[in-house]
C-alpha cells in the first residue's frame, strides 16, 4: 500500500505523513529531505547551482540514506549526519535548483521507488508523489492551508530551533518557494488526479490525522 500526501510548505504535510505511518504501523519517507541532502550536497561542493548537468552529477553522486531512530528522521549524506544541516535556511532557499533539474529528479525519483519497494507498506510525502512518482498510489492526499496559517507554523518551527527570523522574510520566502515550485516546468506542485483535498487551516494536527485515517481505513 502506497499513500502519498502532497502540498505546499507548510501545510503540514511532514507531520501528518509521521504521525499517520505512526498510527497505522506503516513507512514513512520524506522526499523533501532528499532535495534538501542534495542541495547540501551542491553547496558544500561549490557546485555552480545554474549548471543542470553538474547538478545532477552532484546528486546522482550522493550517498543518500534515510534512518528512523524512535520515530525521528535521520538522514545520513556520504555517511555523514546531516538532518539539523539540511533545515538550515539557506539549504531551504537552494532547493529550487536542484529541484527543478530534471536530472537531479530523475537520480530522486529512482531512490523513492526503490525506497518504497523496498519499504514494502509506506507513506510517502513531497510535491509530486501523487502526480509523477506513485500515479497509481492506493490513496492520494492533497493537502492545503491558509498561507499566513502555513507561513506561522513555519516560523514557530524555526523559532522553536532557536534561529533568529522574522516572520515576515519567513511568509514572503515560502510564497517565493510556492511560486517556484507551482510554476515550474518538471514536476511542478499540482493537485494529483484522484487526491483528496484537505484543508488543514483550523484543523489541530490530531484532527488532521483523523482525517487522513479514516480515508485510508475506507480504502484498505
Ligand atoms: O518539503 P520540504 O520543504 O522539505 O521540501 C524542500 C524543497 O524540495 C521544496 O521546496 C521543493 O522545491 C523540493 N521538493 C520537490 N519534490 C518533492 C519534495 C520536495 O521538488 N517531492
Redesign the pocket.
Known amino acids: 500500500m502506497i499513500i502519498t500526501i502532497?502540498g505546499p510548505?507548510g501545510s503540514g504535510?511532514?507531520t501528518a505523513a509521521r504521525h499517520l505511518a505512526e498510527r497505522l504501523g506503516l513507512a514513512y519517507l520524506?522526499?523533501?529531505?532528499?532535495?534538501?541532502a542534495v542541495?547540501l550536497r551542491a553547496l558544500r561542493q561549490e557546485v555552480d547551482l545554474t549548471d543542470g548537468d553538474a547538478l545532477t552529477h552532484c546528486a546522482a553522486g550522493a550517498a543518500l540514506s534515510l534512518r528512523y531512530d524512535d520515530g525521528r528522521l535521520r538522514v545520513l549524506l556520504d555517511g555523514q549526519d546531516v538532518s539539523e544541516a539540511?533545515?538550515s535556511v539557506e539549504v531551504?532557499d537552494n532547493?529550487?535548483y536542484?529541484?527543478?533539474t530534471p536530472g537531479v529528479?530523475d537520480v530522486?525519483v529512482a531512490l523513492?521507488r526503490r525506497a518504497a519497494g523496498d519499504l514494502g507498506d509506506v507513506v510517502t510525502?513531497?510535491?509530486?508523489?501523487g502526480s509523477v512518482?506513485f500515479p497509481d498510489a492506493t490513496v492520494k492526499f492533497f493537502l492545503v492551508a491558509d498561507p499566513d496559517v502555513r507561513a506561522r507554523r513555519r516560523y514557530d518551527e524555526l523559532r522553536a530551533k532557536g534561529q533568529d527570523v522574522g516572520f515576515d522574510a519567513v511568509r514572503d520566502a515560502m510564497a517565493a518557494?510556492?511560486r517556484?515550485?507551482a510554476g515550474?516546468d518538471v514536476?511542478p506542485?499540482v493537485r494529483p488526479d484522484g487526491a483528496i483535498e484537505v484543508d488543514t487551516t483550523g484543523l489541530s494536527i490530531e484532527q488532521v490525522i483523523d482525517v487522513l485515517a479514516r480515508h485510508v481505513e475506507a480504502a484498505r
Open positions: 502532497d510548505a504535510k511532514s520524506d522526499t523533501g529531505a532528499m532535495y534538501r542541495t539540511i533545515r531551504t532547493s529550487h536542484l529541484a527543478s529528479r530522486l523513492q510525502e513531497g510535491r509530486d508523489q512518482v518557494r510556492d517556484r515550485d515550474r514536476a506542485l
